[in-house]
């Protein structure tokens, strides 16, 4: 019942309003100077996990520019470009899982002290976002698209965090190295859920929309 209420809060009538856009506008603000600091960070500390999660913070930046863009169209266009958002996502996640196959291959000596700041600085960012956009969860794919990296970015600091312990306690990387096929997961499976309900959508839109 709760989501069915919230559910018609965030469909049509959210499309249009101002604070959507307003909440847009700052996580994209937020997520691309995220991105700044973590991939100078990253690269300082060697850190696969952070490098990916930079990454993240910059597809993030993307995502949030192009639902400014078709919040105002109608839903075959918004489910169109939850089907381009669900492409990124999901190449990503598989450039995550190259980047921590090739740290195993090559060996790594990540920082822990940077990765363990850094990583509660990026978590502090994405909770607020995350929080900003609850209320929108369960609109349309477009909508649910932008809940799914906003959630996925949070879990994503977290582990990010629990590496810089791993790292710190066994003086070796592959904390580190794990954490990263751990992301590559989530934008995966985030990526899947976004395209099935995107594709969804388009089955219900007549071949004229």
């Known amino acids: 019942m709760a989501d069915q209420c919230c559910a018609g809060k965030s469909g049509k009538t959210a499309l249009n309003d101002p604070r959507w856009r307003r909440v847009l506008w700052i996580a994209l603000l937020i997520n691309a100077a ?31 520019a192009i639902s400014l863009g078709v919040a105002g169209m109608v839903l075959a266009w918004r489910a169109r470009a939850a089907l381009l958002k669900a492409v990124t996502m999901l190449a990503f996640g598989l450039w995550v899982f190259g980047s921590a196959i090739w740290g195993f291959v090559t060996g790594s000596a990540p920082h822990a002290e940077t990765m363990g700041i850094i990583g509660a600085l990026a978590l502090a960012a994405n909770v607020v976002v995350a929080l900003m956009l609850y209320r929108y969860r369960t609109g349309d794919a477009n909508m649910r698209s932008v809940w799914i990296c906003s959630r996925n970015d949070a879990i994503g600091n977290v582990a990010v965090m629990a590496a810089a312990l791993g790292v710190f306690g066994t003086g070796r990387s592959w904390p580190d190295l794990a954490v990263a096929a751990i992301m590559a997961g989530l934008a995966i499976w985030g990526s899947l859920d976004v395209f099935r309900q995107a594709r969804g959508e388009l089955a219900g839109v007549p071949e004229a929309a």
């Open 34 to 64: 995220m991105f700044g600091v973590e991939i100078v960070a990253g690269v300082a500390a060697d850190s696969r996990a952070l490098q990916a999660d930079a990454l993240d913070f910059l597809g993030d930046s993307a995502n949030y």
